[in-house]
T-cell receptor, first 118, second 116 residues
Framework: DTAVSQTPKYLVTQMGNDKSIKCEQNLGHDTMYWYKQDSKKFLKIMFSYNNKELIINETVPNRFSPKSPDKAHLNLHINSLELGDSAVYFC?????????????????FGPGTRLLVL | AQKITQTQPGMFVQEKEAVTLDCTYDTSDQSYGLFWYKQPSSGEMIFLIYQGSYDEQNATEGRYSLNFQKARKSANLVISASQLGDSAMYFCAMRARGAGSYQLTFGKGTKLSVIP
């Protein structure tokens, strides 16, 4: 039983193409995220999506757009791919509760999608 | 703004020895959570341990423990009895409350190598 799954695992494409990465979670979580891990292994939040509220990291180019058909899915669509988009993209999910923090707010990550733009 | 600092880019430890991975954080929030994740060479991100800012006791999960010193704003990960399978990147992260979402801010990671 995979908790957070992503497809594809590897994606090699040409500059200028449009591509999508799919993410699904079966944990019943209500918040999902996309992170980018660069070649130096640094992880940075791109988007979070909770109950149809999208929070965008202001540094993310508008070529990137998340799409959530339902609570269990958050896909990432990328237009006009550039060389600098090559990275590992992680989807994550959490069950967020208001008020005091708790371990339920732990984010569980998918296996990652390794994107290489040529 | 939240910030996580991991000052050790790489660490070596002898098998069966204990090792401490350093993490300091900076936040103005009174309520926050601290996490450690492991990323082996296969690439997945594995959750290890969590510490809440209101927790009075240090968190423990099997061979992992978190040495939480709130006044010093540090949340060091201690791995006891290191195993070869512990060789991986380790990331410290903090839950930031950004506009209603609970984003994680990550440190740059520490690469741990366990020597047989």
């Amino acid at each position: 039983d995979t908790a957070v799954s992503q497809t594809p695992k590897y994606l090699v494409t040409q500059m200028g193409n449009d591509k999508s990465i799919k993410c699904e979670q079966n944990l019943g979580h209500d918040t999902m995220y996309w992170y980018k891990q660069d070649s130096k292994k640094f992880l940075k939040i791109m988007f979070s999506y909770n109950n149809k509220e999208l929070i965008i990291n202001e540094t993310v180019p508008n070529r990137f757009s998340p799409k959530s058909p339902d609570k269990a899915h958050l896909n990432l669509h990328i237009n006009s791919l550039e060389l600098g988009d090559s990275a590992v993209y992680f989807c994550a999910s959490t069950r967020v509760r208001g008020g005091r923090e708790g371990q339920d707010e732990t984010q569980y990550f998918g296996p990652g999608t390794r994107l290489l733009v040529l | 703004a939240q910030k996580i600092t991991q000052t050790q880019p790489g660490m070596f430890v002898q098998e069966k020895e204990a090792v401490t991975l350093d993490c300091t954080y900076d936040t103005s929030d009174q309520s926050y959570g601290l996490f450690w994740y492991k990323q082996p060479s296969s690439g997945e991100m594995i959750f290890l341990i969590y510490q809440g800012s209101y927790d009075e006791q240090n968190a423990t999960e099997g061979r992992y423990s978190l040495n939480f010193q709130k006044a010093r704003k540090s949340a060091n990960l201690v791995i006891s009895a290191s195993q070869l399978g512990d060789s991986a990147m380790y990331f410290c992260a903090m839950r930031a409350r950004g506009a209603g979402s609970y984003q994680l801010t990550f440190g740059k990671g520490t690469k741990l190598s366990v020597i047989p």
